[in-house]
């Protein structure tokens, strides 16, 4: 018997996209689509566990969801216009030619991701109506409140509408101008599905890393020349080579230094550290390297040693120490204090980790790197604290019984 939550779930990851994206083709309005979706879905939760899942998900949503969008329309405007854009929703015309892009998701967000709109407020949108991500997810991923971020997303729809922004594919020649955006909501998407942010999801959700991938392929055909597209493949792929390794079977998160590295699918590392290499000649011939490149390379390091004491962290370092000079994010510092620590000493570490708490008090993360500094240094009960503070904050079950552990041997 088909689990009809289960059936509902796997509808959404597969289908929103695609029914947003037909309606907003056909009516021209970003608001309508997104909210007769929605409306579509919330109908199939009420339904479908009395009636049954329907023989073709994905064509019984499509179909509520236009009806959706036509009263929609007719309730909220009479005028003559308004009925025709609704009328269009039943139009037996032939779909518009599909651009540049095949593929309905990725020519959403390549649509979304429109360069009118500022790059936080695009990528925020396009998680919400492309990535499937809910408010308070996205809020966790960019560090800030939820009603901030439901500001920055209407503020978006708003501009959208007064600038009469059209949602059109780009041609091919308009691709690298949002490439940037494209490649930063599939990040932000990758990142949730390879450590789930909230509590009520499993611990890593393998079906938003393998959407992430998949249209970073598509878009590595496309723009097979940008280095930015190829170092986030590569630092999918490096990532995702572990994920067997970093859920214990009691559903407890794996740390780097304890996963079993037999585990780790030794096919994707090798993709991986090519496009690496191909970047880093790249660089050779004078190609500065972005971000996610020189991501992509600390990833490399640190599967290419067989234990955790073979790590080359020296090289850790000089890469961060590039990235720092490209992004001065507080979580890129971080992530640098890590590698200090281990070069360095925790003393030098949580000194540099101390000065980022006005930035990421609320992060879980800060937290819990603190506290293994602090348990290094044989402060137990501050480490204690930090990682009170840390499970507090943390969404992730996997993550949470970890840091627990973590905190009970510190006797």
């Known amino acids: 018997m088909i689990d009809v939550r289960e059936a509902i779930t796997r509808a959404h990851h597969e289908e929103w996209a695609r029914v947003v994206a037909a309606l907003t083709r056909r009516c021209g309005d970003l608001d309508i689509a997104e909210e007769a979706a929605a409306e579509a879905f919330a109908t199939a939760v009420e339904r479908w566990p009395a009636d049954g899942v329907p023989p073709n998900p994905g064509g019984w949503l499509t179909i509520t969801a236009n009806r959706k969008a036509i009263d929609r329309i007719r309730r909220e405007n009479k005028r003559d216009d308004r009925h025709r854009e609704a009328q269009m929703v039943y139009a037996d015309d032939p ?23 500022a790059m936080q407020a695009r990528v925020a949108l396009t998680l919400r109506m492309v990535g499937g991500l809910t408010v ?25 509408k007064a600038a009469r922004i ?33 509590p009520d999801t499993d611990p890593a959700r ?24 190829a170092g986030l493949l590569a630092l999918m792929l ?35 550290h090519r ?36 790590t080359d962290w020296s090289q850790v ?13 507080p979580i890129i510092a971080l992530n640098r204090a890590i590698a200090v620590a281990e070069l360095d000493g925790p003393e030098v570490a949580l000194a540099a980790v101390d000065r980022l708490e ?20 044989g402060r137990s009960q501050k480490s204690r604290g930090a990682y009170e503070k840390a499970i507090e904050l943390a969404g992730n079950t996997a993550e949470t019984a970890c840091l627990t552990r973590r905190r009970d041997q510190l006797g």
């Open 95 to 117: 779909p518009e030619p599909l651009g540049a892009v095949d593929d309905d998701r990725l020519r959403l967000i390549f649509t979304c991701c429109h360069p009118a709109l």
């Open 358 to 377: 006005d930035n990421l008090a609320g992060y879980h993360a800060y937290h819990a790197t603190r506290a293994e500094l602090l348990r290094r240094l």
């Open 166 to 198: 059209p949602y059109r594919m780009p041609a091919a020649e308009d691709l690298p101008a949002r490439v940037t955006g494209v490649l930063a909501v599939l990040y932000l998407v990758f990142n949730e599905g390879y450590l789930a942010t909230g």
């Open 136 to 160: 308070p997810e996205i809020a966790r991923a960019f560090l800030v409140r939820e009603t901030a971020l439901e500001q920055r997303i209407t503020r978006a729809k708003a501009k959208i």
């Open 206 to 229: 393998h079906d938003l890393t393998a959407e992430a991938i998949r249209l970073t392929r598509l878009i590595r055909a496309l723009l097979p020349d940008d280095g930015e597209v």
């Open 238 to 272: 490096l990532t995702e080579a572990r994920r067997t390794a970093r859920v214990s079977a009691s559903g407890e998160l794996v740390t780097l230094d304890e996963q079993d590295r037999g585990a780790w699918d030794t096919a994707l590392i090798a993709e991986g």
């Open 317 to 329: 370092l000089a890469l961060y120490d590039q990235l720092v000079r490209l992004d001065p994010s």
């Open 275 to 310: 496009l690496v290499r191909e970047r880093l000649a790249a660089a050779a011939a004078g190609v500065t390297p972005g971000r996610y490149q020189i991501l992509a390379a600390v990833n490399a390091v640190h599967t290419s040693a067989r234990d955790i004491r073979d």
